[in-house]
């Protein structure tokens, strides 16, 4: 068993497979580039969650290389009608439009539309309703910046 798990590693180490993430945490390289990233302002509240985690993640600081412009598109689908004509399920979708910019000369290094779905059941109260959809959007809006953050730190090390 020993013998095989070791074969394997080398199998490994002779490809040029190279983690993009270190069992710390980000490389020391990679940090310092995620650190150099400007996050713009997001408008709304879900913009303003999105904005706090990617700051969170990049852990920003110094010298700012790069600015990262987002914008968020939501928009939600009813489904599952019942007899009466009232819908059962909501879809909510969130769109976040990525531009990643260098400082130094204004070019664009990648523009992408990044998507994320769920749905939840519509009930009789309407505050359960609304909370539901207010938690979805913030979930998604997580799932989002986490994305963007790979995103990001995929871009680097391409580069």
Known sequence: MRIIALISLMLISACGFRPLYEAGGSSAAMQAKLAAVEV?????????????????????????????????????????????????????TLVAAIKLTSNEDGTVLFEQELRARTSFDIVQSDFSTVTQREDSARRLVL???ERIHRRLALQFAKN
């Open 40 to 92: 713009g302002p997001i408008p709304d509240r879900l913009g303003q969650i999105m904005r706090n985690r990617l700051i969170d993640r990049l852990n920003a600081s110094g010298a700012v290389d790069y600015t990262l412009a987002v914008v968020l598109r939501q928009s939600s689908e009813g489904f599952g009608v019942r007899p009466d004509a009232a819908i059962t399920q909501e879809q909510l």
């Open 143 to 145: 799932e989002l910046a």
